[in-house]
């Protein structure tokens, strides 16, 4: 066999190693060339966490897996309607286990035929419910400890005694979930929902303790359910790090994690989810199902895309399994444990979370803990919320298929169901449903259910209902190379806001932009073009444009000579400005 000779200056090893310093020069020499700085790179969570551009060993921190090891993750679907046909589509697709928030008296008829060995139930913490499917378990030919699910009970008054029933009953039942949904649907952080969940089951084992039972027996009846997102990264590091966090909490009450580590249930968020362009809702439960896998999450509920319109038809919950069951299956994503672990980047979060989520838990203990506390975390996450909010509304958090990329000419997702809508009474997309949430349960502490698509969508069906639908025209100065830019941006802005944007095309001359402006029945204008092109037109085509009628001039920019009413540029307040623009046209809702 020949062995290659290589020069010496091909040897990897002959390459001294780069430093962060190093560069830190080269990336500052690019960005003076632009007038933008390092810090432009550096970004801040909800929580206050800086994501740096780079990470290296410099950052590493000690890998926390705390993963069980497992073969893949439960796949469990919710039904919310006692549809026997739709359940056992479910399970014959893939599902393996399932989540039942339906009446005590439809569940006897629901779970006729049903496997209980192979597919658990999880309730939806309602106390008939729990004693109905004690006495079905009962009844079954199952042995006590083949006996799996949780009851999802809050631990309070009379259904402590349905949780020490069960409890003596059947052993690898249990019966309460610590549920983190609410504080994630009300607009909360990340370390928000952690930090309120660690503080919502030590509540629960007080209770649970006050009650009889001992401190191992009252972990091992917690089971955790948050929010899996599109951030996929920040989704990952959460699950790691509640799995750090609740390790601590047995730490210091005696347990050992090992014996009763931390059981996580993730649903995609509802939040995210959008009624406007909802096939892109796939695309976001993809992710966050992924992350959520990746996070190590023992049981995963992706929410149909069309959950936000109103009940899921079977396509739609077809989709949903199969995204785990591609993931599982095809991906083979269950097969590694802790993948994420050693990612520089993805331990430093999981670290950073944890820290912020364990200060704002204590913050919780010193109010007195949960419920007690629960001005102070309803106040706490509307302080996020209106954070979130300002971002959303000047699309620094873009929605995809809403404020960014909208599609006028969608043709709606219309479904029946049980939380709303009734198609027959309203107009395609009508007035919207109440926002959906899959968490029903009482321990919610009244928390607001929030989406971050709502005041874009509700601009959205504004301009629907109108009898016309309201115009924003384009005043494209030049040829097409020089105003395609700005007046995709301003399209893409106002289309957002349901508004047409009819645009004059290539032109050469203000009287070109007049005529067409005129021809277009619209009352307000959005100059479009280059800076050049500015210099050159824009005074002139604004007096042409007022003289044709044009009662409100905007331009798309910062800057310019022009006399205009107003500017939108990247970053502008869109959502001011669409709310503007339809008052001053006289659109109320």
């Not at 909360?188 to 084992?205: K, N, R, T």
């Not at 191992?216 to 990264?233: P, V």
Request: hydrophobic letters at 45%.
């Amino acid at each position: 066999m020949m062995e290659l000779a290589l020069p010496a200056e091909f040897r990897t090893n002959e390459f001294p190693p780069a430093s962060r310093e190093q560069w830190r020069e080269l990336v500052d020499a690019v960005l003076s060339k632009t007038g933008a700085s390092f810090d432009s790179l550096v970004t801040k969570t909800y929580d206050g966490i800086e994501l740096q551009p780079l990470y290296t060993l410099d950052d590493a921190l000690p890998a926390y897996a705390l993963v069980p090891a497992k073969q893949g993750w439960d796949v469990r679907q919710r039904h919310a309607v006692p549809d026997p046909v739709a359940l056992m589509n479910d399970l014959e697709g893939g599902v393996t286990s399932l989540w039942l928030a339906i009446p005590p008296d439809s569940l006897e008829r629901v779970l006729d035929g049903v496997y209980l060995d192979l597919a658990p139930i999880v309730l939806d913490g309602d106390v008939d419910a729990a004693r109905t499917m004690l006495r079905i378990y009962d009844q079954s030919p199952l042995l006590a400890e083949q006996v799996r699910g949780n009851l999802a009970l809050v631990p309070h008054g009379e259904a402590l005694d349905v949780i020490k029933q069960a409890n003596s009953l059947f052993p690898n039942l249990r019966t309460v979930v610590v549920d983190a949904l609410p504080f994630h649907d009300a607009g909360g952080s990340d370390a928000e929902e952690l930090g309120a969940s660690i503080a919502l089951a030590v509540a629960h084992l007080r209770a649970l303790t006050g009650a009889g039972l001992g401190v191992e027996q009252a972990f091992a009846q917690l089971e955790f359910r948050y929010a899996a997102t599109a951030d996929q990264f920040m989704t990952i590091a959460k699950l790691r790090a509640a799995r750090r966090l609740w390790a601590r909490v047995a730490e210091v009450s005696g347990v050992s994690c090992v014996d009763v580590p931390q059981l996580q249930h993730a649903v995609t968020s509802s939040a995210m989810m959008t009624r406007r362009d909802p096939w892109v809702n796939m695309l976001r439960t993809t992710v966050a199902t992924l992350a959520a896998g990746l996070g190590g999450a023992d049981s995963v509920t992706v929410q149909p895309f069309d959950a936000a319109i109103g009940l899921p038809d079977e396509f739609a919950r077809r989709v949903a399994r199969n995204t785990q069951n591609l993931l599982l299956e095809e991906s083979h994503l269950g097969e590694v444990i802790d993948p994420a672990a050693g990612s520089w980047y993805v331990e430093k979060l999981t670290d950073d979370l944890a820290v912020q989520a364990w200060s704002w838990f204590q913050e919780i203990e010193r109010a007195g803990g949960l419920p007690q506390a629960r001005d102070l975390v309803a106040s706490r996450i509307a302080e996020t919320w209106a954070k979130r909010s300002a971002r959303l509304a000047d699309r620094s958090d873009p929605i995809t298929g809403v404020s960014e990329f909208p599609n006028l000419t969608e043709k709606p997702v219309i479904r029946d169901s049980t939380v709303g809508i009734d198609p027959d009474s309203r107009a395609p997309w009508g007035d919207p449903p109440p926002i959906p949430s899959v968490s029903g349960r009482s321990d919610s502490f009244g928390l607001p259910r929030v989406r971050y698509a709502q005041a874009f969508e509700e601009l959205r069906d504004l301009a629907d209902a109108q009898p016309e639908r309201p115009q924003v025209f384009l005043a494209t100065l030049g040829p097409v190379a020089a105003h395609t830019a700005r007046a995709t941006f301003a399209a893409n802005l106002f289309n957002a806001g349901g508004f047409a944007t009819p645009n004059a095309g290539p032109t050469k001359t203000a009287e070109d932009v007049a005529e067409r402006f005129t021809a277009s029945g619209a009352k307000v204008a959005v100059l479009c073009g280059s800076d050049s092109s500015y210099a050159d037109l824009a005074v002139p085509v604004v007096e042409a444009l007022r003289a044709a009628g044009a009662e409100r001039v905007l331009l798309a920019g910062r800057k310019s000579d022009a006399k205009v009413d107003g500017y939108v540029y990247t970053g502008c307040p869109a959502l001011e400005i669409l709310n503007n623009t339809f008052e001053f046209l006289g659109v109320r809702r």
